[in-house]
């Protein structure tokens, strides 16, 4: 534990090329458990962490914030899906947290960057043009990236939109004015092709959660991304 702002400052601008990011699943992770499966994917090579929680109580979801946190020990980005309050605790507990990302029906962005401080990094789930139309509007720095998606259907997110696809998130990319980093059902294969349309990192709940061995899988996922090519 024990962050500092520098630690967070500095998260900010390692978010614009986040590579493989790991969204926490509980019930995909299993018996093996959030933390491990963090820690095997960071050992694995991911250094993009967001924690999402929707149905734990808030001690539980803090607890786990700060298990995440302390098992990343400083090797990875830590963001807390949608609650800032989470975050906030966090912070103060000083766990090595930094940011949070938030979705459309959450707090505003602006309102979320007022309460998180100017060095927190703010993520922002976007896929329209209408969703870009309103970010155009928010004061320079509100937020570092957007997630957009999903790409394939995916049970982890079943009210999700449309499916985008690798063309339709290359043309939503092309148009974001912020690093972009591709979720939802995204696939081994989809990496490479994904990170040539524009993505700036590749965010995945099943493909680490759910995998036998979450650390060589996190790896697989890596290589395919570094290299740049479809795996």
Request: charged fraction near 20%; proline fraction near 4%.
């Given at each position: 534990?024990?962050?500092?702002?520098?630690?967070?400052?500095?998260?900010?601008?390692?978010?614009?090329?986040?590579?493989?990011?790991?969204?926490?699943?509980?019930?995909?992770?299993?018996?093996?458990?959030?933390?491990?499966?963090?820690?095997?994917?960071?050992?694995?090579?991911?250094?993009?962490?967001?924690?999402?929680?929707?149905?734990?109580?808030?001690?539980?979801?803090?607890?786990?914030?700060?298990?995440?946190?302390?098992?990343?020990?400083?090797?990875?980005?830590?963001?807390?899906?949608?609650?800032?309050?989470?975050?906030?605790?966090?912070?103060?507990?000083?766990?090595?947290?930094?940011?949070?990302?938030?979705?459309?029906?959450?707090?505003?962005?602006?309102?979320?960057?007022?309460?998180?401080?100017?060095?927190?990094?703010?993520?922002?789930?976007?896929?329209?043009?209408?969703?870009?139309?309103?970010?155009?509007?928010?004061?320079?720095?509100?937020?570092?990236?957007?997630?957009?998606?999903?790409i394939r259907p995916t049970h982890t997110k079943p009210d999700h939109p449309e499916p985008l696809g690798v063309e339709g998130f290359a043309?939503?990319?092309?148009?974001?004015?912020?690093?972009?980093?591709?979720?939802?059902?995204?696939?081994?294969?989809?990496?490479?092709?994904?990170?040539?349309?524009?993505?700036?990192?590749?965010?995945?709940?099943s493909a680490i959660c759910a995998a036998a061995d979450p650390q060589r899988a996190a790896a697989d996922l890596v290589r395919a991304w570094n290299a740049g090519i479809p795996a």
């Open positions: 534990m024990k962050a500092g702002v520098a630690d967070v400052s500095r998260s900010r601008e390692r978010i614009r090329s986040s590579g493989i990011y790991l969204v926490t699943d509980t019930l995909l992770c299993g018996p093996r458990g959030v933390v491990e499966t963090v820690r095997a994917a960071v050992a694995g090579g991911v250094e993009t962490i967001q924690v999402r929680e929707k149905d734990a109580s808030a001690a539980d979801f803090y607890a786990l914030v700060l298990a995440v946190a302390e098992a990343a020990a400083g090797r990875a980005t830590v963001l807390v899906d949608d609650r800032v309050d989470i975050y906030l605790a966090a912070r103060a507990a000083r766990a090595d947290v930094h940011g949070v990302h938030v979705g459309q029906k959450d707090l505003p962005a602006e309102l979320v960057r007022t309460l998180v401080g100017p060095d927190a990094v703010v993520g922002l789930t976007a896929n329209t043009t209408e969703h870009l139309d309103a970010l155009a509007v928010l004061p320079p720095g509100t937020v570092d990236y957007l997630g957009a998606g999903v043309g939503f990319a092309a148009r974001a004015p912020l690093p972009v980093v591709a979720i939802g059902g995204i696939l081994h294969h989809d990496v490479g092709p994904l990170r040539a349309a524009g993505a700036t990192g590749a965010a995945v709940v």
